[in-house]
């Protein structure tokens, strides 16, 4: 007899309390079923049930192999399943957390040719400049900028992430344009308030390091707020290049004191476990990676 097949049979047998009701749900005869276990006995030396006419019950030896048995079945099955998923198209709803900046045509056209690329899966995007708690807020991944993931969670870098410090045309103009990084106090700064830029620092010619010194006007957990409020005037900023690109090119926005930069952040897929990922998800990550690669074209 197959060994795989009367472990399982005892496995029934002991939860459904007899040879019959567990011969009903494997669909087999309770003759059968008696075999298998004590086929499995046999091969055991042991005996694994005290039997009698209207009760059965585990003997010592019984008790222990239950215990080690059910589990290795378990982790059988659920390799078996993990094996099947990958197979599987992807499909349902995946939850994602995402920084505010996230929201610009380069991630709108990612998100539409995953959509043309796996239709049955529907993406639930948030935008928000928090760590989530993915597991807590059952979130699937989150898509964080960061120089340190947390390592307790799976992160998988997807690309690198330039931030400038940009004011708009006509308040430099007005105020003049900072020529050192001791210049950056006397205009008005529109700072995160989900991020302390305390003790950050700019990195200039020869490694040179130059403390940040800014004055809030504003402060913000919307970037794109900042992004208009950096806009109308009302301060500098820190902002990815994602969003400023376009308005540094036509002249809006004037990068501040070039000889001076924060080192890029990498942008992370980050998620808890790469056990058993479903298809949905394992599809976006690698969908993503490949979207986002400094070798494509933004």
């Not at 399982?8 to 008696?34: K, Q």
């Not at 989530?132 to 960061?146: F, H, I, K, Q």
Request: net charge neutral; proline share 7%.
């Amino acid at each position: 007899m197959d060994r795989l097949t009367s472990l399982r049979v005892f496995r029934e047998v002991v939860d459904a309390g007899s040879f019959t009701a567990a011969a009903d749900r494997l669909d087999i005869s309770a003759p059968m079923a008696s075999k298998h276990v004590a086929q499995l006995e046999k091969s055991l030396g042991a005996r694994l049930l005290n039997r009698s006419s209207r009760h059965l019950s585990l003997t010592e030896a019984g008790e222990a192999w239950y215990a080690q048995s059910a589990q290795a079945l378990d982790l059988l099955d659920a390799a078996e399943a993990a094996i099947g998923r990958k197979n599987e198209a992807p499909r349902g709803q995946l939850k994602i957390s995402a920084p505010v900046w996230c929201a610009t045509p380069r991630i709108a056209r990612v998100l539409a040719d995953y959509r043309a690329a796996f239709p049955e899966v529907l993406v639930d995007m948030h935008l928000e400049n928090r760590k989530v708690d993915l597991a807590a807020d059952g979130y699937d991944l989150a898509l964080r900028a960061t120089q340190e993931p947390s390592p307790t969670l799976i992160a998988r870098p997807l690309c690198q992430v330039q931030f400038h410090l940009v004011g708009a045309a006509d308040l430099l103009a007005r105020d003049g344009v900072p020529a050192t990084p001791v210049d950056l106090a006397r205009l008005g700064a529109i700072v995160p308030s989900y991020v302390n830029l305390e003790g950050f620092a700019l990195r200039g010619p020869g490694g040179r390091q130059a403390p940040l010194r800014l004055s809030p006007v504003l402060r913000s957990d919307d970037t794109n707020l900042t992004l208009h409020a950096v806009r109308a005037g009302l301060g500098v900023s820190f902002l990815p290049g994602w969003l400023v690109d376009e308005d540094i090119a036509a002249g809006r926005l004037v990068p501040l004191i070039p000889a001076y930069s924060v080192a890029p952040v990498t942008l992370f897929a980050v998620y808890t476990s790469r056990q058993y990922m479903a298809p949905k998800l394992r599809s976006f990550i690698d969908f993503l990676g490949q979207a986002l690669s400094p070798e494509r074209k933004p």
